[in-house]
Every structure is written in structure tokens, then in C-alpha cells.
């Protein structure tokens, strides 16, 4: 879609500028095959501006939600969120508006809004978007839920979309986890949920927030199973003072409380 919309742009950017080369070709009532000749060069001159402007343009784009993406990484969610907005209201492609908004609602699953993460997230035409965004998509949709403690509604998105999500893990195995792991225990196949969290706990690539994220759940299902609490509540007094994610920390100290009564 997002391809087919670009090529159609580049296609347009060649005609309009061959066109007004045709046009000054009769304004100075020039030969047909010179006209001609006008109009081809016009078209690829067209194309020729079009398709550096429109990768700049990505290019642009992308530097700046990376930039947004790293100011959320370091807690500042709010600021994140407020100028993923500001982008969103001047985006007219669908493929970007439903990226952007894919984006954005992780803002509100870090805040632990997954209600209202939700509201958007299943508000997106999944034929606005690729099969990776898809998979992001619908992980992001179980996450949420399971967080919300909505564990049927999320397996049930895990299976239905087992086959798209099980790709998305091997292109994301740092988000993914974390999922697969819910769903794994949901299932009662807890050495596969346990392995899915130690894989994220032991990677080097994880970001800190992953790292935190599936270090919690470990921690929380390892005192559920009332073992190793020890070393649960010394992962969990270390996130309280680390994270700069709410819910994370919040949950934490929800966990601790109610180890302690």
C-alpha cells in the first residue's frame, strides 16, 4: 500500500512537470517531435526531483520519531505523546497515520492506559499496513490485554494471529517475549514462558524497559509458584529504582505490598 501510493505520487510529480513543459512548447510554438521531446524530458526531470523529496522526506520523518522514540525511553512519555500528536495531525497517508498511531499507543501501554491503548490500536485498518506492522499490531493488542487482565481475549488474539505473530517474534524477539511468555503460562506450559523471559533478561540488545518488563513477570510468576522470592523482591526493589516507565514501577510495588501482608 504504502509502496503503491509513493510510486503513484513519483508518477504524478513526472506528468504534472511534463505537462508544463508541453505547455511552454506551444507557447513558443515548437515542432511536434520537439514537444515531445520536452514532454519526455519534463517527466523524468519529474521523477528525478520526486524520488529524492519523497526519501528525504521518510528520512526526516524517521529521525524525528527516533528522536521521540529515545526521549520516551528515558521517561519524558508525555512529551513523546504530545508531539506524536502534533505529527499526526498534518500526516494524510494511511500507511503513516496507522504507524504513527501504532507508535504513539505504546505511550499509553508504558503509562499503563491499556484500556485506552486498545481503543486505538483496534481502531486500525490492518489493510493500511504491512505484515511486520501487523504483527506489532496485534502483539501490541494482547499485550494490553493481558495487562489488563483480560487473559481469554488475549489468547484468543494469540491464536488467531498465531501464524503472523510467531514471524513477528523472529523479527522482534526483545518485544515479543514478553507476550509469548503471558501466553505461555496462560497456557500452563510454564518452562516455555520462563524461557521466552531468560532469553530478554540475557540479551544484549534489550532495552532497558524490555529487560524491566519481563524481569517483572519473571519475578511475579516465580513468587506465585512461591519460589526463589528472595532474589523476586531484590529484581523488584531494582526496578522501583530504576525504570522510567510507570506502570513498571507501579506493579512492582504492588507485587512487594502484597508479598508483604
Known amino acids: 500500500m504504502r509502496a503503491k501510493k509513493t510510486i503513484i505520487h513519483i508518477l504524478f510529480w513526472g506528468i504534472g512537470l511534463g505537462f508544463i513543459m508541453l505547455i511552454i ?83 499509553y501501554t508504558l503509562k499503563g492506559e491499556f484500556a485506552t491503548s486498545n481503543d486505538y490500536l483496534e481502531k486500525i485498518d490492518k489493510h493500511t499496513i504491512d505484515k511486520a506492522s501487523q504483527a506489532i499490531l496485534y502483539h501490541n493488542i494482547a499485550l494490553n490485554c493481558f495487562w489488563l487482565g483480560e487473559e481469554k481475549k488475549a489468547c484468543t488474539i494469540m491464536e488467531l494471529h498465531k501464524e503472523i505473530l510467531q514471524k513477528g517474534l523472529e523479527l522482534y524477539p526483545n518485544r515479543f517475549s514478553e507476550t509469548f511468555a503471558y501466553w505461555s503460562f496462560a497456557k500452563g506450559q510454564k518452562e516455555q514462558g520462563f524461557t521466552y523471559l531468560e532469553h530478554v533478561m540475557h540479551s544484549e540488545t534489550a532495552k532497558p524497559f524490555e529487560k524491566q518488563a519481563v524481569i517483572l513477570l519473571w519475578a511475579k510468576q516465580k513468587i506465585a509458584e512461591k519460589k526463589q522470592i528472595a532474589e523476586a523482591k531484590k529484581m523488584l526493589q531494582e526496578i522501583i529504582a530504576e525504570t522510567n516507565m510507570p506502570y513498571l514501577k507501579k506493579e512492582a510495588q504492588k507485587i512487594l505490598e502484597n508479598i508483604e501482608v
Open 25 to 107: 512548447g506551444y507557447g513558443f510554438h515548437l515542432s511536434k517531435s520537439t514537444m515531445f521531446m520536452m514532454l519526455f524530458i519534463g517527466y523524468l526531470m519529474g521523477i528525478g526531483l520526486a524520488i529524492p523529496y519523497q526519501i528525504r522526506k521518510v528520512h526526516l520523518l524517521n529521525h524525528k520519531i527516533e528522536g521521540l522514540l529515545q526521549k520516551m525511553y528515558q521517561g519524558e512519555i508525555d512529551t513523546y505523546m504530545i508531539e506524536m500528536d502534533k505529527i499526526l495531525e498534518h500526516t494524510e497517508n494511511d500507511y503513516l497515520k496507522s504507524i504513527l498511531r501504532i507508535n504513539q499507543c505504546i505511550g
